[in-house]
């Protein structure tokens, strides 16, 4: 999938824009959570003057990117929150 985007990027940065639809669609359809996929495909669309699809691929890549916005924010607190001391009673099979 990563080398699909890439060759996608380079492809549509070299103005092959056509050539690098099906790298990217198929990086998409490989992960359709990859926030970058999405925001090269609409590159794409862009460049080949397909407003729609590049208007309907940005707003997926953007609600893409705020939907993974709180993950580090969550994985922070998780690692702040301090662990109270764990012990077995006498009745507990240890």
């Known amino acids: 999938m990563e080398a699909r985007v890439a060759l996608g990027k380079a492809l549509t ?13 198929d990086a998409v359809h490989l992960d359709l959570q990859n926030e970058v996929a999405h925001y090269r495909l609409a590159q794409a669309y862009r460049k080949l003057e397909r407003t729609e699809d590049a208007t309907s ?27 109270p001391p764990q012990t077995v009673g006498p009745d507990e099979p240890q």
């Open 13 to 25: 940065n070299l103005g092959r824009a056509g050539e690098a639809l099906q790298q990217l669609s």
């Open 57 to 83: 691929e940005m707003a997926t890549f953007r609600k893409l990117q705020d939907s993974h916005r709180p993950v580090p924010a969550l994985f922070q607190q998780v690692q702040d929150r301090t662990v």
